[in-house]
């Protein structure tokens, strides 16, 4: 692109996808403005997120390959052929999810990827990363947005061409659109919560690798994904008033002896009491909305479209939004205008469905994969 007629896109937040993003926009020669109002997560020692680690499907793959990324992130994941099983007994299942083509799901630290796809940007001279610079207003006809400075405790404003946010499932952006646009615009908070365990590498060498675990008890379930280190990370999804009526070590051991007896036999006591005592359970939210453009701000990411977790696919979508972008990008001569239009009537079907599946998929995973499928039934029964 020719420097004089570079265009300068702003992109609020550096998670995920505004990371991704903004390495895409970067390539195809835009000139970049990320702001994110955490610090540098390269800089933490412990970088707050929600889960340590997320399954990565063939979506993310695709817009990793974008920029170059896809082998070096899949040689820092576990691959996951399968789903195992684990019933109260403690007997296990392994249900493969692809047994024609060999395709599966790779476990990745949620930590790693954000901090590779920020590091790559420090090779693009046209990325600039504003660290400790919250957005606090956007006006789309003025095309302008303004930021707190949270170190210099000083606002500031810019006007740059075209603006994306991925500031996540509580975006400000989407906020003020709602405020000042037509966009419809829902969300749910289902009445199950969750907590995350962990299965330290000196035990979780006894898991049955390269699988993601599951323990479906009927209305709540635990998972298990696992890590390079082969620790593994576990997560207790259930009804809030469960999780309440666990409130001494002793009901907390009662309830893992008769429920998860074979995770019990693998941790020891005083981790799982420590783990699940730290935290409150976290809640989980869906949020639908659309358009997802307005004049030249685009919605992407949880920012339009935060889902629950048990499809593994909220930070998938978020990525698919980034290759969609690119595509249409090149399909329409970098046109944003109408680019951005696009976008919305190209992605609100998908997404819509993607987030009720991912509503649908709880009840899958805690209960329905202990079941014979409807149609094997009717198999069986008729022959
Ligand atoms: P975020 O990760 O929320 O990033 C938003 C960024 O914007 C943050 O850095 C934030 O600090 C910044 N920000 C926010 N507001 C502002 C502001 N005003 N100004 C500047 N910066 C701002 N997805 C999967 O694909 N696979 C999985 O296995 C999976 N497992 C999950 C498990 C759990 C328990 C949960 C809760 C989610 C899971 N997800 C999974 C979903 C995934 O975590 C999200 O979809 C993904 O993180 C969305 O990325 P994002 O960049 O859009 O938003």
Redesign the pocket.
């Known amino acids: 692109m020719d420097k004089d007629k570079q265009k300068t896109v702003a992109i609020?937040?550096?998670?995920?996808?505004?990371?991704l993003a903004a390495n895409i926009m970067a390539n195809r020669g835009y000139r970049v403005e990320l702001?994110?109002?955490?610090q540098d997560i390269r800089k933490m020692k412990v970088a707050k997120?929600?889960?340590i680690?997320?399954?990565?499907?063939n979506r993310?793959r695709v817009a990793l390959r974008i920029i170059g990324l896809e082998d070096e992130v899949l040689k820092a994941s576990t691959p996951m052929k399968g789903r195992l099983i684990h019933d109260v007994n403690g007997n296990t299942k392994s249900v493969p999810y692809d047994s024609i083509n060999g395709q599966c799901l790779y476990s990745i630290s949620?930590n790693f990827l954000n901090k590779l796809l920020i590091q790559e940007m420090e090779n693009k001279s046209d990325i600039k990363i504003n660290f400790n610079?919250?957005?606090?207003d956007a006006d789309f006809t003025d095309q302008k947005i303004t930021?707190l400075n949270i170190e210099k405790s000083e606002h500031f404003s810019l006007n740059p061409d075209f603006v994306i946010a991925?500031?996540?499932?509580?975006?400000?952006i989407r906020r003020v659109m709602q405020h000042r646009c037509k966009i419809n615009y829902s969300q749910t908070f289902i009445d199950h919560g969750?907590i995350?365990l962990t299965l330290d590498s000196n035990h979780g060498h006894l898991m049955v690798p390269n699988h993601l675990h599951i323990w479906p008890r009927g209305t709540f379930m635990m998972i298990a994904?696992p890590n390079l280190d082969g620790s593994w990370t576990v997560?207790l999804f259930m009804p809030f008033e469960k999780f309440n009526a666990l409130k001494t070590s002793d009901k907390l051991l009662s309830f893992f002896n008769t429920t998860f007896p074979d995770f019990l036999a693998l941790t020891t006591s005083s981790q799982l009491i420590k783990d699940f005592f730290r935290k409150q359970p976290?809640p989980?939210i869906s949020v639908k909305c659309e358009p997802y453009h307005q004049k030249r701000f685009l919605l992407?990411?949880?920012?339009a479209h935060?889902?629950v977790?048990f499809y593994?696919?909220?930070?998938?979508?978020?990525f698919e939004d980034c290759s969609i972008l690119s595509n249409l990008l090149d399909r329409h001569c970098d046109n944003v205008d109408l680019v951005f239009e696009r976008f919305t009537e190209l992605r609100r079907k998908d997404v819509f469905a993607i987030c009720d599946l991912a509503m649908y998929n709880y009840e899958e995973m805690r209960d329905l994969v202990t079941k014979t499928s409807y149609r094997l039934r009717k198999s069986v029964d008729e022959t």
């Not at 610079?133 to 606090?136: A, D, S």
């Not at 992407?300 to 920012?303: E, S």
């Open positions: 609020i937040g550096a998670g995920l996808v505004g990371s702001f994110e109002k955490r997120g929600r889960s680690n997320l399954a990565l499907s993310a949620r610079c919250k957005l606090v930021f991925a500031d996540g499932a509580h975006s400000v969750y995350e994904l997560t976290l989980l992407i990411g949880d920012a935060a889902m977790p593994g696919q909220g930070m998938n979508a978020g």
